[in-house]
C-alpha cells in the first residue's frame, strides 16, 4: 500500500521562508505539490516527473518555490520561499503510477494527509 506523509508546515510571516517534506513508500513516478484554501479547490502548486530534471509551477510562485526529490530517501520536497498571505493553504503530496506528468489531480492516484501552511 502506497502512502505518502507530509511534514514541515507551520505558521509564518509573510516574506518568510520553509520547506515542506514528503516520505513516501513509492520510490518512482509523477509527484507533485498542491494546496487547498479553505472554501476553495485544490490546485497545482508544483510536478516533477521520474527522473527529476522536469517540472512545473503555476505561475503565482514561479521564483519562489522549488520543488525538488531525493530518491534515495523516497523523499519529495518543496521549499517555499517569498511567502505570501495568499500561499495560505493546507498543502497536499501526490504520487502518479507513471513517470510522466499531467497537470491535473486526475494524474495522481496517492496522496498524503496534507500539511498546513499559514502566512500571515
Known amino acids: 500500500d502506497v502512502q505518502l506523509v507530509e511534514s514541515g508546515g507551520d505558521s509564518v510571516q509573510a516574506g518568510g521562508s520553509q520547506r515542506l517534506s514528503c516520505v513516501a513508500t513509492i520510490s518512482r513516478g509523477c509527484m507533485a505539490w498542491f494546496r487547498q484554501a479553505p472554501g476553495k479547490e485544490r490546485t497545482e502548486v508544483a510536478v516533477i516527473d521520474d527522473t527529476g530534471f522536469i517540472n512545473y509551477y503555476t505561475d503565482s510562485v514561479k521564483g519562489r518555490f522549488t520543488i525538488s526529490k531525493d530518491k534515495d530517501k523516497n523523499t519529495l520536497y518543496l521549499q517555499l520561499s517569498s511567502l505570501k498571505p495568499e500561499d495560505t493553504g493546507t498543502y497536499f503530496c501526490?504520487?502518479?503510477?507513471?513517470?510522466?506528468?499531467?497537470?491535473?489531480?486526475?494524474?495522481?492516484?496517492?496522496w498524503g494527509q496534507g500539511t498546513q501552511v499559514t502566512v500571515s
Open positions: 501526490a504520487a502518479a503510477n507513471v513517470g510522466w506528468c499531467l497537470r491535473t489531480p486526475h494524474h495522481f492516484a496517492y
